[in-house]
């Protein structure tokens, strides 16, 4: 038998922690005629229990709904059984694996800072992604249950995208290039209703898309329900016939 001292160094965990475990009917010391707890075997198996089941990621509550015995505390609406552990174990799982897809994203994002010969910009890539993933994530909260189109680019945009795709597939050095990409162009500027500044943004934008992130890239492709290697593909086309650099 141990006092809660030598039990607290056996085992490495603190005498608060295991006062906390003992109000929650989660191990059960025995107590000598002066009151003093004493630590046996069976206390030591039952903190073992606790401390399995936590290195599970289960929280206190849960772990009491799980005690078996006379020990467990009688709560409302608490079953004891195989249900009970399928659902506490079904819903610490999605979190674990929540967790997991948010490391594999960690390391996955200091790979690509680390693989860039310029960490620096490694780094500003980084912050582009990540701010892109939060606004994307906020939008699809604020707009969750609402049913509406998806976002597209004018008709004639789109129109004026697959000709170009079908030059590319069937004569990308073709004399027609240079005409699609001006025709590209001059849709732009009436797009922007001739406005100077407008037209100059979009220039800017275009030339620097190498640092756009790739939720960015994806978003620009599906304007045109294409994808991005596609868009891409048809955006290095207008640069390299366009008379706009």
Do not use: C
Not at 18 to 23: G, I, V
Not at 63 to 78: D, E, F, N, S, Y
Not at 165 to 186: C, K, Q, R
Not at 194 to 211: L, N, Q, S, V, Y
Request: no cysteine; aromatic share 8%; net charge positive.
């Amino acid at each position: 038998m141990y006092a809660i001292g030598a039990f607290a160094k056996l085992t490495g965990v603190t005498p608060k922690a295991l006062y906390l475990y003992e109000r929650r009917g989660l191990i059960e010391p025995r107590r000598t005629r002066a009151g003093y707890r004493r630590y046996t075997m069976r206390e030591l198996q039952q903190l073992s229990r606790v401390l399995a089941l936590k290195s599970l990621g289960l929280t206190l509550e849960e772990i009491t709904q799980l005690q078996p015995g006379p020990a467990a505390p009688k709560r409302a609406g608490v079953k004891a059984g195989g249900a009970r552990l399928s659902d506490i174990l079904a819903r610490r799982r999605a979190v674990l694996e929540e967790k997991r897809d948010q490391i594999d994203r960690a390391v996955r994002a200091i790979d690509a800072i680390e693989r860039n010969d310029h960490p620096a910009a490694g780094v500003e890539r980084f912050f582009a992604e990540a701010n892109w993933d939060r606004w994307e994530a906020k939008r699809r909260e604020a707009g969750a249950g609402i049913v509406r189109a998806p976002d597209r680019a004018s008709p004639s945009r789109i129109a004026l995208f697959r000709e170009i795709v079908a030059a590319l597939e069937h004569d990308p050095s073709g004399a027609s290039a240079a005409t699609l990409a001006a025709e590209w162009n001059a849709l732009l500027e009436r797009e922007a209703d001739g406005d100077a500044e407008t037209i100059a943004a979009r220039r800017k934008a275009w030339t620097h898309r190498h640092r756009w992130p790739d939720g960015m890239r994806r978003y620009v492709a599906s304007l045109y329900d294409a994808e991005p290697a596609v868009w891409e593909r048809v955006a290095a086309f207008i640069d390299e016939h366009s008379v706009h650099r």
